[in-house]
């Protein structure tokens, strides 16, 4: 089961918007953030993937996920206007969004390119 972040587990586990201007991570390894919502049926059809996605980088990078229905003040940080939209939030570097619902290949792609985790 993928962790949900609340405005305070994200400030612990990613990002303390509250105490800092410019991005610094929190986290200990690469994550990726998946906004969604409930009655959103493309992301329903991501999260079997990302449930797939977490076994198999297990230890490697964390896959959570922000309800935008739910965690509205999030969604606003992050200026999400659709849903699925995904974040990739590496060690090093700024995170980076790409929206819609993208099939496996494609998050191991950027779990490679953007994340550098193989």
Request: negative net charge; charged residues 30%.
């Amino acid at each position: 089961m993928l962790e949900h972040l609340t405005v305070e587990t994200f400030k612990e586990k990613v990002f303390n918007f509250e105490a800092n201007k410019e991005w610094k991570f929190e986290g200990s390894k690469p994550c990726l953030i998946d906004f969604y919502a409930d009655w959103c049926s493309p992301c329903k059809m991501v999260a079997p993937i990302l449930e797939d996605l977490q076994k198999e980088y297990d230890g490697k990078i964390d896959i959570y996920k922000v309800d935008t229905e739910d965690q509205r003040e999030l969604s606003a940080i992050f200026g999400i206007r659709s849903i699925p939209s995904i974040l990739f939030v590496p060690l090093e570097g700024q995170p980076q969004m790409a929206a819609g619902a993208l099939p496996k290949d494609s998050f191991k792609k950027a779990f490679a390119e953007i994340l550098k985790v193989e």
